[in-house]
Antibody, heavy 116, light 111 residues
Framework: EVQLVQSGAEVKKPGESLKISCKGS????????IGWVRQMPGKGLEWMGIIYPGDSDTRYSPSFQGQVTISADKSISTAYLQWSSLKASDTAMYYC?????????WGQGTLVTVSS | QSVLTQPPSVSAAPGQKVTISCSGSSSNIGNNYVSWYQQLPGTAPKLLIYDNNKRPSGIPDRFSGSKSGTSATLGITGLQTGDEADYYC????????????FGTGTKVTVL
């Protein structure tokens, strides 16, 4: 059974750093793109970027380029989304998603709350 | 701002039919497959339709997809209260570095 299991909810202060994770199982982790999707409170889905764990090819949507870092450790079948300095506007639910041309599997989501 | 435009909301009575449009351009819908996702309140999205009109295992045939030119449509027949959710279209866009894009989303309300 394919599963994407994300790390738990986080509460952080502005300016702090954060790295959240998404562990894949039940399939060949290096053979599918893994993307990160942001959903701000009451808003729609936004692609942040995507990584191919097989060769670490990483692409970012323009709005997120330079704002976050996407990485993967294929030895433990885990993808990461990282911030070096959080802002209040980063408060959102973040989903990882296995993608070919479409998303066939989603993680359960990680809620990130940034508040002073 | 998404490059795929959907109506903010649609509604109908139980048992009726609704359609949701997704309008794009030649760089996205016009030359790529479209997928559709259902997001029930408080849950992660779920794949409903892929490759324009295919349903994953377990998705009832009340849900259907079609594409024409630079637009796509999701149809839901025999509307049920459990269908009340947000629906998003998605596709590839060759003008974007990350490639993938979602629509603006449509809230379906069962009256």
């Amino acid at each position: 059974e394919v599963q994407l299991v994300q790390s738990g909810a986080e509460v952080k202060k502005p300016g702090e750093s954060l790295k959240i994770s998404c562990k894949g199982s039940g399939y060949s982790f290096t053979s599918y793109w893994i993307g990160w999707v942001r959903q701000m409170p009451g808003k729609g889905l936004e692609w942040m970027g995507i990584i191919y764990p097989g060769d670490s090819d990483t692409r970012y949507s323009p709005s997120f380029q330079g704002q976050v870092t996407i990485s993967a450790d294929k030895s433990i079948s885990t993808a990461y989304l990282q911030w070096s300095s959080l802002k209040a506007s980063d408060t959102a639910m973040y989903y990882c998603a296995r993608s070919s041309g479409y998303v066939d599997y989603w993680g359960q989501g990680t809620l990130v709350t940034v508040s002073s | 701002q998404s490059v795929l435009t959907q109506p903010p909301s649609v509604s109908a009575a139980p048992g009726q039919k609704v359609t949701i449009s997704c309008s794009g351009s030649s760089s996205n819908i016009g030359n790529n497959y479209v997928s559709w996702y259902q997001q029930l309140p408080g849950t992660a999205p779920k794949l409903l339709i892929y490759d324009n009109n295919k349903r994953p295992s377990g998705i009832p045939d009340r849900f259907s997809g079609s594409k024409s030119g630079t637009s796509a449509t999701l149809g839901i027949t025999g509307l049920q209260t459990g269908d009340e959710a947000d629906y998003y279209c998605g596709t590839w866009d060759s003008s974007l570095s990350a490639g993938r894009v979602f629509g603006t989303g449509t809230k379906v309300t069962v009256l």
